[in-house]
């Protein structure tokens, strides 16, 4: 699978059933294998601001489907996805 196929796909937090954003790059170890997702997930295409990406790790996928990517998150991830004025 290439990165380009993945990052067509939606992302999903299984917690919420809410798109939690779209992949940007990705973190591949010495071995070839991808580590974790990075996520834009903040959806303000003029936001030079890196803090605002989150990081989905490799073992947090559950599925990757046709369309989507279904991830379990911690709860703390999520509410900063949601609520990230708190974490300012």
Not at 10 to 34: L, Q, R, T
Not at 52 to 71: A, N, P, Q, Y
Request: hydrophobic share 45%.
């Amino acid at each position: 699978m290439r990165m380009s196929d993945l990052q067509s796909k939606k992302i999903i937090s299984i917690a919420n059933g809410k798109n939690i954003g779209n992949i940007i790059d990705c973190d591949i170890n010495e071995n070839g294998k991808i580590e974790d997702l990075i996520i834009d997930a903040n959806k303000n295409i003029f936001s030079l601001n890196r803090e605002s990406d989150t990081r989905i790790f490799w073992h947090e996928i559950t599925k990757i489907g046709e369309d989507v990517i279904l991830v379990k998150k911690d709860w703390i991830i999520l509410i900063k996805l949601l609520f990230p004025y708190l974490f300012q």
